[in-house]
């Protein structure tokens, strides 16, 4: 990149501190020279942040020409959640226990899914994962997200509006875990999500046949 004389930017408004404390960065073992943040840095908090390299923020004033700054910038509440949940996080090894809870969820939702009647996956990457529909495997190009819209992508949104849950219907929204979830509330997940596959495929007539002209039309309303 470098080479190129272009910078490596990461923006992690979703995936930040998700996977441990140097993100999808540490994950990977990649070095951006830019990364932006979302409210995770404020502990939840309405707040956002950016970091890079000391030679990249020499840029920034009172050292450079490029002035930033905002009305609550430096908020003294989002800093001082965002250093406690963090902290907590630390001291608590919050990434161990995420991950496996995140394997756990893998292994009881990824069991309801290899039955369902239309191929599906759960694609999950630390706290962070989806349910893949119309693919066995994590979907990798457009196509893959139209046939999911012609399958069960809206159907399974009958599955929002189940007491207790609120899964987004499309990756465009994922799903987290959180340390306030529990081994109990995956296996009430992975339970409902199994009744919600049983409602739908028990008019598998019509519904298949709705699918069909999908197929055919290429429709998506």
Same mark, same amino acid.
């Given at each position: 990149?470098?080479?190129?004389?272009?910078?490596?930017?990461?923006?992690?408004?979703?995936?930040?501190?998700?996977?441990?404390? $140097? &993100?999808?960065?540490?994950?990977?073992?990649?070095?951006?020279? =830019? +990364?932006?943040? !979302?409210? %995770?840095?404020? /502990? *939840?908090?309405?707040? $956002? &942040?950016?970091?890079?390299?000391?030679?990249?923020?020499?840029? =920034? +004033?009172?050292? !450079?020409? %490029?002035?930033? /700054? *905002?009305?609550?910038? $430096?908020?003294?509440?989002?800093?001082?959640?965002?250093?406690?949940? =963090?902290?907590?996080?630390?001291?608590?090894?919050?990434? *161990?226990?995420?991950?496996?809870?995140?394997?756990?969820?893998?292994?009881?939702?990824?069991?309801?899914?290899?039955?369902?009647?239309?191929?599906?996956?759960?694609?999950?990457?630390?706290?962070?994962?989806?349910?893949?529909?119309?693919?066995?495997?994590?979907?990798?190009?457009?196509?893959?997200?139209?046939?999911?819209?012609?399958?069960?992508?809206?159907?399974?949104?009958?599955?929002?509006?189940?007491?207790?849950?609120?899964?987004?219907?499309?990756?465009?929204?994922?799903g987290f875990l959180s340390l306030a979830h529990t081994q109990s509330d995956i296996d009430r997940l992975a339970d409902s999500l199994?009744?919600?596959?049983?409602?739908?495929?028990?008019?598998?007539?019509?519904?298949?046949?709705?699918?069909?002209?999908?197929?055919?039309?290429?429709?998506?309303?």
């Open positions: 990149m470098h080479e190129a004389w272009a910078l490596l930017i990461f923006d992690e408004v979703i995936s930040g501190f998700r996977l441990g404390p $140097g &993100g999808p960065a540490e994950h990977y073992a990649l070095q951006p020279d =830019l +990364a932006t943040f !979302g409210k %995770v840095i404020g /502990g *939840g908090m309405p707040v $956002g &942040g950016f970091g890079a390299s000391r030679e990249n923020m020499k840029n =920034l +004033a009172p050292e !450079g020409g %490029v002035y930033q /700054g *905002g009305t609550l910038s $430096g908020n003294p509440v989002a800093m001082t959640a965002g250093l406690t949940a =963090l902290k907590y996080l630390k001291e608590q090894q919050g990434w *161990g226990s995420l991950e496996e809870l995140g394997r756990y969820l893998e292994k009881r939702v990824g069991a309801v899914l290899k039955l369902s009647p239309v191929p599906a996956c759960l694609v999950r990457i630390g706290s962070i994962f989806w349910i893949a529909w119309a693919s066995n495997t994590p979907p990798r190009a457009a196509e893959a997200k139209r046939r999911e819209r012609r399958t069960l992508l809206r159907q399974s949104i009958q599955w929002t509006t189940r007491p207790g849950y609120a899964l987004a219907p499309s990756a465009y929204e994922v199994a009744d919600v596959l049983e409602q739908i495929f028990s008019g598998a007539g019509s519904w298949k046949m709705q699918l069909e002209t999908d197929e055919h039309t290429g429709g998506d309303s």
